[in-house]
C-alpha cells in the first residue's frame, strides 16, 4: 500500500529525495507518516513524521538540520529531502503509516518495501 522510491548510491555530502506514495488511496487526515531506517543487525531507528493533518514534523537529532520531511495531499505522498549525507546513514529506508504522533517503529501498521540508500566516503 506503500510505495516508496528514489534511493540509491551516493558520495558523501550529496542529496537524495525519498518519496512515498499511498498506492491503495487517501492518506486520512488521522495519519501520521513516518520514515524509519534499518541497517543490517541493527534496530529499526526513527528518521521523521509529519502529522498529515497539521504538517507538524519530528526529526531525530542524527538528521535534524540535514533531512526535511514534506508531503502534497493531493498527491497523497510524503517525502524526505536528505541533503548533506554521511556514510553513517546508509541504511534501507522505510515508509510507515501510523495513527499515533510517535517515534516507535511499533506504532505504525503499515510499511513500505523499503529503498537502500548509500553513501560513500
Known amino acids: 500500500q506503500l510505495v516508496e522510491s528514489g534511493g540509491g548510491s551516493v558520495q558523501a555530502g550529496g542529496s537524495l529525495r525519498l518519496s512515498c506514495t499511498a498506492s491503495s488511496g487517501r492518506i486520512y487526515s488521522s495519519s501520521v507518516m513516518g520514515w524509519f531506517r534499518q541497517d543490517p543487525g541493527k534496530r529499526r531507528e526513527f528518521v521523521a513524521l509529519?502529522?498529515?493533518?497539521?504538517?507538524?514534523?519530528l526529526y531525530s537529532e542524527s538528521v535534524k538540520g540535514r533531512f526535511t520531511i514534506s508531503k502534497v495531499n493531493a498527491e497523497n505522498t510524503v517525502y524526505l529531502q536528505m541533503n548533506a549525507l554521511k556514510p553513517e546513514d546508509t541504511a534501507v529506508y522505510y515508509c510507515a503509516k501510523g495513527s499515533q504522533y510517535s517515534n516507535y517503529h511499533g506504532d505504525y501498521n503499515v510499511w513500505g518495501q523499503g529503498t537502500q540508500v548509500t553513501v560513500a566516503s
Open positions: 509529519i502529522r498529515w493533518s497539521s504538517g507538524t514534523t
